[in-house]
């Protein structure tokens, strides 16, 4: 590994100094996804600044029923938190559905936003990545992506974005307070953190060198809305998803849907809010011929390789049984393909 130095920031400013002054510097949160992409040369900081004792660790419920939730909070002390358990079930299950318990317990929120993709290629500096080594080429298109993305990729990368948490974020319409080296303070939907692969994929999101994610946003839930996450993977637990869903409807008394928020990970290079399936849906009853027809406009414009082409089959049947069984109020746990924890 890389000699590096490492700092432990004690406010926001020192942390943004060091970080701003120097191209080769990072933050550090949980470190679970940069200490391992360090140990593999595929990250080479010389200045590590830690900002996990920063003070952006509360999970803040307000009295208008919104949340904010510090950029340092662990994942585990929001996954257990009551408030967030009960009004925003699908946040405490993505993130119970993710890594292991001893994981969440170091990885922060702002962490787990901008861990990196888990493609092959990127993680083994021995093979070209355009996004690891600008211009080199991206061979998963032809070789492995299996777990790879089917939506918003480009010719030169097909990487997938790996958090389960970012999708549950997504349905919810979250936002992600930012905070520049000068101080200035802005916010950005979830899904606008993150750039479309196009011709750079290394350009992953919209922070600015030196930019601090201190805080996530909460609207308030609609009153009534159903939430679920639901996750489909390899191996029961401690495996990344193939393909989840994030869902929060809500039914009007005539049975018709008048929320609809479905977002979708494991398939596309950030969480992907699926707007065309919600618009087939908005304002009609789910039934399940048009929630499959809804998959499928959001499909329409999918790009599969031939090794995740099954992913496309996937969506619809995960979109279709996610929105099926939370209006008819089944349990997928109880047949034992539900939300487990790891
Ligand atoms: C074996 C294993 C299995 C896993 N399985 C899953 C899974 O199933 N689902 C899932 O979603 N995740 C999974 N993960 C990933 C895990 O969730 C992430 O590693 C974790 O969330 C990253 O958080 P962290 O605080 O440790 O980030 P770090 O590793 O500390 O940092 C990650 C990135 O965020 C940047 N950063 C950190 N804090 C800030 C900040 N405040 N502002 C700006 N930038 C910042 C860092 O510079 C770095 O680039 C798994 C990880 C492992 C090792
Ligand atoms: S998909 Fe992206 S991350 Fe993977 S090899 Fe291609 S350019 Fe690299």
Redesign the pocket.
């Known amino acids: 590994m890389k000699e590096f130095a490492y700092v432990r920031a004690s406010d926001a400013d020192e942390a943004a100094a060091l970080v701003a002054d120097r191209p080769d510097a ?11 992409l360090m140990k593999l040369g595929v ?1 080479r900081p010389g200045l590590v600044v830690d ?2 004792r920063l003070p ?1 660790d509360r999970v803040e419920h307000r009295s208008d029923g919104s949340v904010l939730i510090g ?2 909070v662990r ?1 585990s002390v929001l996954a257990g938190d009551a408030g967030i358990r009960w009004r925003f079930p699908l946040l405490s299950q993505a993130l119970l ?4 318990g001893q ?2 317990t ?3 929120v ?7 993709t888990r493609c092959g290629y990127f993680q083994d500096v021995t093979k070209p990545c355009n996004k690891r080594e600008p211009g080199s080429g991206c061979p998963a298109a032809a070789g492995a992506h299996r777990e790879l993305a089917v939506l918003g990729t480009s010719e030169h990368c097909v990487a997938s974005h ?4 970012a999708v549950a974020l997504a349905a919810l319409d979250a936002t992600v307070h930012l905070r520049s080296p000068g101080g200035t303070e802005r916010t950005v939907p979830v899904e606008e953190l993150y750039l479309p692969p196009g011709r750079t994929p290394h350009r992953e999101t919209v ?1 600015a060198p030196g ?4 805080a996530v946003e909460l609207p308030a839930p609609p009153p009534g809305a159903l939430m679920r996450f639901r996750k489909v ?1 390899d191996r029961w637990s ?4 193939l393909v989840s869903v994030g869902v929060s409807v809500r039914q009007a008394d005539d049975g018709t849907l008048d929320r609809v928020a479905i977002a979708l990970g494991g398939v596309a290079p950030r969480p992907w809010r699926a707007r065309a399936a919600e618009q087939r849906l908005l304002g009609h009853r789910p039934e399940d011929a048009l929630l499959r027809a809804a998959a499928g406009a959001e499909l329409a414009d999918a790009r599969p390789l031939p090794g995740n082409a099954f992913k496309l089959g996937l969506i619809t049947d995960l979109v279709a049984a996610t929105v099926r069984d939370l209006v008819t109020g089944a349990d997928p746990a109880a047949g034992g393909h539900g939300e487990e924890q790891s």
């Open positions: 990072v933050y550090l949160g949980g470190g679970t996804n940069l200490v391992d990250a900002v996990s952006y950029g340092a994942n559905a993710g890594a292991s994981l969440r170091a990885a922060t702002a962490g787990n936003l901008l861990q990196r790996p958090s389960d948490m922070l930019e601090l994610i201190t993977r401690y495996a990344f998803a």
